[in-house]
T-cell receptor, first 110, second 117 residues
């Protein structure tokens, strides 16, 4: 099993739609989780951190299910500017290296 | 938020030459810097973890003699791709983690696109 697995996508949704991505992780000892977004040919940028059961920031909601070892990201009222690749990230190792999922590509259509 | 810079942003070189990429934390001291590589349509893969004043820790499959990392100060780490070949063409991204509490988040540089002809 991969350390971090994500929905492969791509997701093509109309503006205003609600879309959810799932991510599973293999290390049950992981305590914190991140969602990053990466625009084409750019570096990843932190979108949300998840330390407990979940986190909400405007249209974005991240939820954590420790028993099932998955994290989800919900985007409500999608905007064209939400089009990007969303990366599920789990710190691991003694230096808290980040392990990235393969990413889920989202395209919001007008 | 914290700022991390990388230089150069893009480099094209001939096969067999060496290329040095710099990663700087501009407004905080970074005890640890990470180097990633991303091939087209793939996710970021960690290459090595660099701690100031000590040898870098390389991930499995990454040749330490080919990818030389130097972390001489708390604000600068360099990655040198030695004797670059076309298969080394990739997007190289560094990230830096701060020293102080509250700076545990990794901040990414803008990346360096390397094209080896």
């Amino acid at each position: 099993r991969k350390e971090v697995e994500q929905d492969p996508g791509p997701f093509n949704v109309p503006e205003g739609a609600t879309v959810a991505f799932n991510c599973t992780y293999s290390n049950s000892a992981s305590q914190s989780f991140f969602w990053y977004r990466q625009d084409c040919r750019k570096e990843p940028k932190l979108l949300m951190s998840v330390y407990s059961s979940g986190n909400e920031d405007g249209r974005f909601t991240a939820q954590l299910n420790r028993a099932s070892q998955y994290i989800s990201l919900l985007i409500r009222d999608s905007k064209l500017s939400d089009s990007a690749t969303y990366l599920c990230v789990v710190p691991s190792g003694s230096a808290r290296q980040l392990t990235f999922g393969s990413g889920t590509q989202l395209t919001v259509l007008p | 938020g914290a700022v991390v810079s990388q230089h150069p942003s893009r480099v094209i070189c001939k096969s067999g030459t060496s290329v040095k990429i710099e990663c700087r934390s501009l407004d905080f001291q970074a005890t640890t810097m990470f180097w990633y590589r991303q091939f087209p349509k793939q996710s970021l893969m960690l290459m090595a973890t660099s701690n100031e004043g000590s040898k870098a820790t390389y991930e499995q499959g990454v040749e330490k003699d080919k990818f030389l990392i130097n972390h001489a100060s708390l604000t600068l780490s360099t990655l040198t791709v030695t004797s670059a070949h076309p298969e080394d063409s990739s997007f190289y991204i560094c990230s830096a983690r701060g020293l102080l509490p509250g700076q545990e988040t990794q901040y990414f540089g803008p990346g360096t696109r390397l094209l080896v002809l």
